[in-house]
């Protein structure tokens, strides 16, 4: 874990904002709080080498002081006021890991469903009396 006072925290900001600054003016975050981890993970560029993972709770809890704070330069995109309120507990953008529950979810229904259609398939065609042929093709999707 890595332990910065506040002023060690302004020093590395003041260094990596222009930067983040400019990758933001090209490619704009999604909202304050994915341009706020951005910052965090460009002033982690500077302490450690990039392979090594930042935990999570380092990372917003730099977030967190950073946003209120870190007297950002007038370019920065988003309002103190902006950062707070992504910061605060509950806020949506605060819980990034409900996006990858519902892949995960759908993935694993993407996973079954061959094997669901298959057995629903086999079961419809064997249980068919008059021996229909399986459709297939866009014609047989628009049933």
């Avoid at 999604?30 to 982690?44: D, H, P, S, T």
């Avoid at 870190?70 to 902006?82: L, M």
């Avoid at 605060?94 to 094997?115: C, K, M, S, W, Y």
Wanted: charged share 25%.
């Amino acid at each position: 874990m890595v332990s910065l006072t506040k002023a060690e925290i302004d020093t590395l900001a003041q260094r990596v904002e222009p930067e983040v600054t400019r990758w933001l003016a090209e490619e704009p975050a999604k909202n304050a709080l994915e341009a706020l981890l951005l910052m965090v993970q460009a002033i982690y560029a500077l302490l450690q080498p990039p392979e090594l993972p930042v935990p999570y709770k380092e990372m917003v809890e730099l977030a967190q002081t950073l946003a209120q704070g870190y007297d950002f330069a007038i370019t920065w995109p988003y309002t103190r006021e902006q950062m707070e309120a992504a910061m605060s507990p509950g806020h949506p953008d605060l819980r990034p890991n409900i996006p990858d529950e519902h892949i995960l979810f759908v993935a694993g229904e993407v996973e079954e469903r061959p094997t669901k259609c298959a057995t629903r398939v086999l079961k419809s065609s064997s249980s068919s009396a008059e021996g229909n042929s399986l459709r297939t093709g866009p014609k047989a999707q628009k049933r």
